[in-house]
């Protein structure tokens, strides 16, 4: 069964510092692969996608991800935090029967400053 | 453009009590919908999604039910609630044999007492 991992519960950066958060999924073929932000008390917006081609991919707000296929992963990065990034982050694969995401438990993201 | 509204925002119920939650999508047709639980620490959890009218597919057995009675309304119910039903719904809908792309609306707070 597919799965998603994101190894890191909570990450707290410097305001201006780069930011990387981690995804690790489990999925026999090439998966469709998502990076999704929520703020406190609301619905997750999306940051960005992964279907096919190439593997590093833009988002929106300055932030993107590269898929590896070799590690079966989806980083998510962003050279310059600001404070208003600080959200939850959930990374997230299409299940095999393409009916539903299935989503890690998240990454909450504190930025200092 | 297509939006999605869910109610109520906030929910205060006693155990044993009855829940019903609403959600619905405008702007598009024939979308696929979803209701997810999400935990504190635990991640999205699909609970259930529907392709069509009274088509219901349930993901986790549990005290909760849904339903389909139009093309863009779901809504989620529960005859007796339980202290365990505590947390944050989300409402999702996608397009129907698309990418999986999920666009969620801005949730619900249940609190069981």
């Given amino acids: 069964a597919q799965s998603v991992t994101q190894p890191d519960i909570h ?3 410097s305001e201006g510092a780069s930011l990387e958060l981690r995804c690790n999924y489990s999925y ?9 932000v929520q703020s406190p008390g609301q619905g997750l917006q999306l940051l960005l996608k992964y279907f096919s081609g190439d593997t590093l991919v833009q988002g929106i707000k300055g ?14 990065r962003k050279p310059s935090v600001h404070w208003s990034d600080a959200a939850e982050y959930f990374c997230a694969v299409v299940n095999q029967a393409g ?12 930025v200092s400053s | 453009s297509q ?11 006693p155990v044993g009590s009855p829940l019903s939650l609403e959600c619905t999508v405008e702007g598009t047709s024939n979308p ?8 504190a620490g635990r991640g999205l959890q699909l609970l259930f999604y529907s392709v069509g009218i009274g088509q219901i597919s349930s ?5 909760l039910s849904a339903s389909r009675p139009q093309d863009r309304q779901f809504i989620l119910s529960s005859k007796k609630l339980l202290l365990s039903d505590s947390g944050f719904y989300l409402c999702a ?21």
Avoid: C, D
Wanted: net charge positive; no cysteine; charged share 15%.
């Fill in chain 1, 63 to 76: 932030f993107e991800a590269e898929f590896k296929r070799s590690q079966s992963s989806f980083n998510l």
């Fill in chain 2, 3 to 13: 939006t999605i509204h869910q109610w109520p925002a906030t929910l205060v119920q």
């Fill in chain 1, 99 to 110: 009916t539903a995401l299935i989503f890690g438990k998240g990454t909450t993201l504190s």
């Fill in chain 2, 59 to 63: 993901e986790v057995p549990q005290n």
């Fill in chain 2, 32 to 39: 696929n919908l979803y209701w997810y639980r999400q935990a």
């Fill in chain 1, 11 to 13: 990450i707290t950066v």
């Fill in chain 1, 28 to 36: 026999g073929a090439t998966p469709y692969l998502f990076w999704y």
């Fill in chain 2, 93 to 113: 809908w996608s397009v129907r044999s698309g990418t999986g792309e999920l666009f969620f609306g801005e949730g619900s707070r249940l609190t069981v007492l």
